[in-house]
C-alpha cells in the first residue's frame, strides 16, 4: 500500500540543528497524484497531534537561537493524570523538562532561577510571578500584557519586553548585572509583602464592603426623605 503513496522527505535547519523528517503521504499535492480518503482524527487523536506540532515549534525556536555555553532552559508543567509522560528521547540535553512539581521543589526552582520568565500575554494575575519574587528572583514578562507589566513597573522588580530582540537584551541585562537584578528581586518580595500579605487583602476586603455598605446606607435614607 505505501509503496504507491508519493514518499516526501522535509528538512529543517534551525541554528546548527538539522532535522530530517521522512514519510509517506496520501495527501500530497503533486500534479496528477489523487488525494487518498481523509480520515477524520477523533479529539483525542488531534490533541496529540497538536501538542507535537507545539513541541517540534518549541525545539526548532530553541535550537535557533540559545547554543553550547548559553543558560539552560528549564521548561515545567502541569501533567494531567491519566496522559502519557513524554517519550524522554523527545527531549533535548540543553532543555530540563521538570514536569509537574512539588510546591517546595517549585520554589525551590524559583530561587535557584537567575531570571523568572512569564511571556503569557493573557493574564489576570499571574501567581508565578509573585511566588518567584517571594523567593528573591527578578521576573522578565511580556509587553504585551497589561497586568503582568504594570506589576514589574510598579514593584521595579524586573524588566519586560516585546520581541526577541527586547528579549535576548532583557536577560543579558539581568545575567550581565547581578547587583541591579538581586535590587529587583528585593523590590519584587517588598512589593508582594505590602501589597499582597494576608492581613492586607482582609484589610482591603473589608474597606471595599464597609464602603459598598455606607453607600446603600446612604441610597436608602435619601429614599426615606
Not at 482524527?41 to 548559553?70: C, H, M, T, V, Y
Request: glycine share 4%; net charge neutral; charged share 30%.
Amino acid at each position: 500500500m505505501k509503496s504507491n503513496m508519493p514518499y516526501v522527505e522535509s528538512v529543517c535547519v534551525a541554528g546548527k540543528t538539522v532535522e530530517i523528517e521522512r514519510y509517506y503521504t496520501a495527501r500530497y499535492g503533486k500534479r496528477g497524484q489523487k488525494r487518498g480518503t481523509r480520515v477524520k482524527p477523533s479529539k483525542e487523536e488531534q490533541r496529540a497531534i497538536n501538542n507535537r506540532q507545539a513541541e517540534k515549534k518549541l525545539r526548532r525556536i530553541l535550537n535557533a537561537n540559545f547554543s553550547p555555553g548559553d543558560f539552560h532552559l528549564v521548561l515545567s508543567y502541569d501533567h494531567p493524570k491519566g496522559t502519557p509522560a513524554r517519550a524522554k528521547e523527545e527531549m533535548k540535553e540543553d532543555i530540563l523538562d521538570l514536569g509537574f512539581l512539588p510546591v517546595q521543589d517549585k520554589y525551590d526552582a524559583y530561587a535557584a532561577a537567575s531570571i523568572f520568565c512569564n511571556p503569557s500575554a493573557n493574564e489576570s494575575f499571574s501567581l508565578v510571578i509573585m511566588e518567584s519574587w517571594l523567593c528573591e528572583t527578578p521576573v522578565l514578562v511580556n509587553e504585551k500584557c497589561a497586568v503582568t507589566k504594570n506589576f514589574a513597573c510598579e514593584a521595579a522588580g524586573g524588566l519586560y519586553f516585546k520581541d526577541y530582540a527586547d528579549f535576548e537584551g532583557a536577560v543579558n541585562y539581568l545575567l550581565d548585572n547581578e547587583e541591579i537584578a538581586n535590587t529587583m528581586a528585593k523590590n519584587g518580595k517588598k512589593y508582594v509583602q505590602t501589597n499582597f500579605a494576608w492581613d492586607t487583602i482582609v484589610e482591603k476586603y473589608y474597606n471595599f464592603f464597609e464602603e459598598i455598605a455606607e453607600k446603600e446606607i446612604l441610597k436608602n435614607m435619601h429614599r426615606v426623605y
